[in-house]
């Protein structure tokens, strides 16, 4: 059973489709902006969405939060726009290039194609179960918040055609992930990646994930990184060892998210340090 953690509490701004600017403060971001645009927030934004987040600051008790507000509050509507332009331009998500794939941040239009890979059972068949329409909506909700948050996620992975890098094919997931349960890795992020069964054995994977440990480590500059994945999960492990975080001793861990008696309870994990800290 995952523990229960103490909530986290945000200040953030929000632009609304006028311009204007909206500041508030709660303790699910993800649920909060959902509101907002489903015209169940706050009274200001009821007539004035959708919105967009454009400042979100995560602070360790809900009065330091309030605090936040009033100042945010106080700032005047060009500062408001100075402070949201900086962000926006400074943070905005990169996309990125190899030789066969393009890496880009999501989208709300990649929902179908993302609906399509959690609902298929040879993609899914590591997981505990398929993925409904409303799930990967939530999930597609979680990865661009993600973004918004970190500046760093989850890239929608596409495939160039052979005539043409224009032309181009959703075939999968891959990025990198805050770990959100309790553990007791030497990693707090982790690469991940999810294709479509037509893309599997062309390397596809790996070619993804290796920019991904790129970014982690020239980027971020995080100490350590890791993976992992059901001990069942031949293919995913492969990728781990073609991409360097192969160990000579791999642990093992049952997923606090599932039972222990669960089939898929048991995975395997791979970390390393990929640079020191100065």
């Not at 959100?180 to 062309?202: D, H």
Request: net charge positive; aromatic share 8%; hydrophobic share 35%.
């Amino acid at each position: 059973m995952e523990l229960q953690s103490t909530p986290s509490w945000f200040t953030y701004i929000v632009e609304c489709s006028d311009k204007t600017f909206y500041c508030g403060v709660t303790n699910d971001l993800s649920l909060r902006l959902s509101a907002h645009n489903c015209n169940q927030g706050a009274r200001y934004t009821r007539s004035r969405g959708p919105v967009r987040l454009v400042f979100a600051q995560k602070c360790s008790s809900k009065g330091i939060a309030l605090r936040l507000e009033a100042k945010c509050k106080k700032l005047s509507r060009p500062q408001k726009r100075h402070i949201a332009d900086f962000i926006l331009a400074n943070s905005a998500p990169r996309r990125l290039e190899t030789e066969r794939l393009v890496l880009r941040p999501p989208k709300p239009r990649d929902l179908p194609a993302l609906v399509a890979l959690n609902q298929d059972p040879e993609v899914m068949r590591y997981f505990p179960a398929l993925m409904s329409h409303r799930e990967s909506h939530s999930m597609l909700k979680r990865i661009m918040l993600h973004w918004s948050l970190h500046s760093f996620g989850v890239y929608v992975l596409e495939l160039k055609r052979k005539r043409s890098g224009h032309n181009l094919r959703t075939i999968g997931l891959v990025g990198l992930n805050i770990i959100s349960f309790p553990n007791t890795f030497r990693s707090t992020i982790e690469i991940l990646w999810r294709l479509r069964r037509a893309s599997w054995g062309k390397g596809y994977a790996t070619e993804a994930a290796r920019v991904c440990h790129e970014i982690a480590k020239q980027d971020l500059g995080l100490e350590y990184l890791c993976a992992f994945t059901a001990t069942q999960n031949k293919g995913s492990i492969k990728v781990m060892q073609n991409i360097g975080l192969s160990s000579s001793a791999p642990k093992t861990f049952c997923h606090p998210s599932l039972p222990k008696d669960h089939p898929l309870s048991k995975h395997i994990i791979m970390e390393k340090r990929i640079s020191k800290r100065i």
